[in-house]
């Protein structure tokens, strides 16, 4: 049932060659036919931010860019008093009421949806049963809007398994279920009687934040809120290709580093570079990881 797709990372821009259900941040792959004709009106209507109405448990917006264009989805998941922000992006266009996405440098496009625009509504029609909203927004006025700080992610750390040294016995990962990032494996940073586990990073603070968390709902919102937040000073080393990752818990008293823990690499599912950001290539409504490969 799963097809074979192409996951890539780079530097800037972030390219993708899925696009979000809008029932909730998720992926689904589309036919793989060219749009012939135009419609430059379309193109014109779809320009903006549209706030996806299908998810209570994060914030989706989805911006066609005019000028570049460039759509980027941008994720906002609440956790506690904090966001954690995810971003993927393609190229677009608009034409004869059809969106069609690729990922940048492809020839053919591989998201092709059927859409109209009533008011301030955007529908996509997802498959031939399935329809997802937005509604007009502003993604940049959203989150100054907000009181509590947003954090990121490192996505070279995503899709990687590493082991401690030297006896390679433990071993610790960062996995991707969008927008969620799950933290798993070992149990020696992060207590043991929480059965989800997610994580954040600061890059230029070098600061990796591990999360205990607990699911939090109330009548129209479910978010997670975390009673332990496990913070670790993080970075790289390098040895011709072979990739260490550096941990030191930070003590919450007074700020100081214990020991270095060394973590050798011993997976790397989207060969990730430093600072690079993530382009998924195609991941099923369901969640599950597709046959993926560098290009």
Known sequence: MLAQN??????????FLAL??????????GRK???????????VTVAGDWLSVNESRYKEFTTFDTVTNEIVIT?????????????????????????YVKNAGDDDFQ?????????????????DTTFTRHIRSDVAAFKESLDEEIHTIDYSL????????????????????????????????????YANR???ADTLASRLFLLGLDLACNHSYCGYDPPSIYELDYGFAFAGDKRTLVLRVVDPD?????????????????????????????ITRFGDFLDLKIK
Not at 20 to 29: A, H, M, P, Q, V
Request: charged residues 20%.
């Open 33 to 43: 036919d060219k749009p012939d004709g135009g419609d430059t009106t379309a193109v």
């Open 20 to 29: 979000i259900n809008l029932s909730g941040c998720e992926y689904i792959i």
């Open 6 to 15: 192409i996951i890539k990372t780079c530097l800037l821009p972030l390219y």
């Open 75 to 99: 994720c906002l998941q609440k956790i506690g008093d904090f966001w954690v922000e995810t971003e993927l992006g393609g190229v677009w266009r608009a034409e004869n009421q059809v969106l």
């Open 254 to 282: 007074d700020g100081t580093l214990g020991p270095a823990d060394e973590w050798a690499l011993v997976y790397d599912h989207f060969g990730s570079q430093a600072m690079a950001k993530l382009i998924i290539a195609g």
């Open 111 to 127: 998201v092709i949806w059927p859409y109209r625009i009533s008011g301030d509504t955007l529908i996509i029609s997802t498959s």
């Open 158 to 193: 995503v899709g990687t398994t590493w082991s401690l040294l030297p006896e390679m016995e433990d071993s610790l990962g960062f996995g991707y279920d969008f927008p969620f990032h799950v933290v798993f494996g070992s149990t020696r940073y992060i207590d043991t009687t």
């Open 198 to 200: 997610s994580w954040y």
